[in-house]
């Protein structure tokens, strides 16, 4: 079946520090990639939607400013936290798609300290 | 606005007995509906899926039931084993590769032996 990588699995870091994860698509080429944001017991909160060579669209109430989308390729695309604090602190999936279905990375989790 | 809503929030069920979910949707322009399966630190796991052109459909021990009239359908896991114990999320999208997907909140499942 499709695989998506994605890197690095678990990455703590200082507060103030900005922090890249990349998804990759290993089988397939996306024409669309998904970053999504996950609580403890919660479901999937979508941040993003991003077209190889296209702004990212944001969900309403995500700082586009603060989680830097880029899609560069039909096989990756990274999602920068910049100046990370522990309120960012969470478990990061991204997904890829070309039609269907979507097809999810194991996800990073990220700590802030 | 929640587009899927899923129930129940968390099941307990003993070995080999039925476990069952559900999820219902407004969106009538809805037409793929998947069922992802969760373990704790991974991403989600695409487990079955289907079209609203078919009411019914089987893998192994997972079934989708589909009922596009009341736009309710529900994820039947037979002969429950401890091994199925996750958290699985309904999800409903529109078909096209750019169109996000609908999460349901989860629900827990627990299979005691």
């Known amino acids: 079946g499709a695989v998506v990588s994605q890197h690095p699995s678990w990455v703590i870091c200082k507060s103030g520090t900005s922090v890249k994860i990349e998804c990759r698509s290993l089988?397939?080429?996306?024409?669309?990639m998904f970053w999504y944001r996950q609580f403890p017991k919660q479901s999937l909160m979508l941040m993003a939607t991003s077209n190889e060579g296209s702004k990212a669209t944001y969900e309403q109430g995500v700082e586009k400013d603060k989680f830097l989308i880029n899609h560069a390729s039909l096989t990756l695309s990274t999602l920068t936290v910049t100046s990370a604090h522990p309120e960012d602190s969470s478990f990061y999936i991204c997904?890829?798609?070309?039609?269907?279905?979507?097809?999810f990375g194991d996800g990073t989790r990220l700590s802030i300290l | 606005q929640q587009q899927v809503k899923q129930s129940p929030q968390s099941l307990i069920v003993q070995k080999g007995g039925i476990s069952i979910i559900n999820c219902a949707y407004e969106n009538t322009a809805f037409d793929y509906f998947p069922w992802y399966q969760q373990f704790p630190g991974k991403g989600p796991a695409l487990l079955i899926a289907i079209r609203p052109d078919v009411s019914e459909k089987k893998e192994g021990r997972f079934t989708i039931s589909f009922n596009k009239s009341a736009k309710q359908f529900s994820l039947h896991i037979m002969d429950s084993q401890p091994g199925d114990s996750a958290t699985y999320f309904c999800?409903?999208?529109?078909?096209?590769?750019?169109?996000?997907?609908?999460f349901g909140t989860g629900t827990s499942l627990t299979v005691i032996p």
């Open positions: 997904s890829a798609r070309r039609g269907e279905p979507q097809h």
């Open positions: 999800a409903a999208s529109m078909l096209g590769a750019g169109n996000q997907f609908y």
């Open positions: 089988d397939f080429q996306a024409t669309t």
